[in-house]
């Protein structure tokens, strides 16, 4: 099994403190090719945030439009995670550019918080290709973010960050995460109204 900044500390209880399978996951479609997890630049328009920690090593970068991100670098100044709140889709993005996306395997796993998310990784993304995948924002999902501690497996990779996020960088992201959710419902619920169920429909 390949290990990415491999801790024996808190961050592993993020795996070892759960049971069972991971939560099913809704599909959500392919991972938006210009979302600031691979790279992709912003709208010009877009006040952003951008706020580092050399401590931790890691980053918090947000956008009033478009969402914010939280990245965990190595010494190098490699990204090894980032973790993505979309306020445009309502979506949660996880990344681990350091791992390849090998065509056996169609799930990321995601630790936080003592519980597991099953992150579907989307065709699109060639084999070879950094590994990516997203799912809809959900209440549960955004509490177990506020504890900090974060993994993700894919395969036999297994990526750990040696620390985690300064307080102020977590408070701002989970701050961001939910202001996403609430977003994400309510376009849901304007979506509904627009476009209500037929009659019937469920009965054919």
């Known amino acids: ?18 049971s069972g ?15 600031l997890a691979d790279g992709g630049a912003p709208a010009e328009d877009a006040p952003m945030t951008s ?4 401590q931790t090593a890691w980053s918090y970068r947000a956008s009033a439009t478009t969402g914010a991100s939280l990245t965990y670098f190595q010494p190098e100044g490699e990204p090894v995670m980032r ?18 996306r090998i065509g056996s395997e169609e799930r990321l796993t995601f630790g ?3 519980r597991l998310e099953a992150i579907p990784v989307p065709l699109s993304i060639p084999a070879g290709g950094p590994v990516a995948g997203d799912v809809p924002l959900s209440q549960v999902l955004v509490a177990s973010l506020g504890g900090g501690e974060f993994g993700a497996t894919y395969g036999a990779n297994v990526v750990t960050p040696q620390s985690a996020p300064r307080e102020e960088l977590l408070t701002r992201f989970v701050t961001a995460c939910e202001a996403a959710l609430s977003v994400g419902a309510a376009q849901a619920e304007q979506d509904q109204l627009q476009n209500p169920p037929t009659p019937g429909a469920d009965a054919e």
């Open 1 to 18: 099994m390949k290990r990415i900044l491999l801790t024996s500390g808190a961050a592993l209880l993020v795996f070892a403190a759960c």
């Open 21 to 35: 399978e991971p939560d099913a996951p809704e599909d959500s479609g392919p991972v938006d090719g210009g979302t």
């Open 51 to 54: 706020l580092g920690d050399e």
């Open 83 to 100: 973790l993505t709140c979309h306020r445009d889709t309502g979506t949660f993005e996880v990344a681990v550019p350091q791992v390849e």
């Open 112 to 114: 936080s918080g003592g």
